[in-house]
């Protein structure tokens, strides 16, 4: 069974940083591209982040050169450092493999909140 636990998400000001950690069990981990994934009130959940088994990475554009996907294969975590952060970073994040399917489980997320 897939467990998806994401921690460190808190209330930030503009230009702080935060550190993301995901434990994933069930065996999601090892098999597949891990990913970020944010979701704004009132918008669709997106992938920010992701990284391969052999460590190659890709952001989108609003992230890049801002936020640092890495992953840890013995310890099935995936982690998401995010610096100079803006208020439209704003959202509840998530890991889960990338892409996902329609019917995959997802964790609570945790929430990041960019405000001064």
């Known amino acids: 069974q897939v467990q998806l636990v994401e921690s460190g998400g808190g209330l930030v000001q503009p230009g702080g940083s935060l550190s993301l950690s995901c434990v994933a069990s069930?065996?999601?981990?090892?098999?597949?591209?891990m990913g970020w994934y944010r979701q704004a009130p009132g918008r669709r959940r997106e992938l920010v982040a992701a990284?391969?088994?052999?460590?190659?990475?890709s952001y989108v554009p609003s992230v890049k050169g801002r936020f640092t996907i890495s992953r840890d294969n013995a310890k099935t975590r995936a982690y998401l450092q995010m610096n100079n952060l803006k208020p439209e970073d704003t959202a509840v994040y998530y890991c889960n493999r990338a892409p996902t399917s329609p019917h995959d489980y997802w964790g609570q997320g945790t929430q990041v909140t960019v405000s001064s």
């Open positions: 069930g065996g999601i981990f090892s098999i597949n591209a």
């Open positions: 990284i391969a088994n052999d460590g190659s990475t």
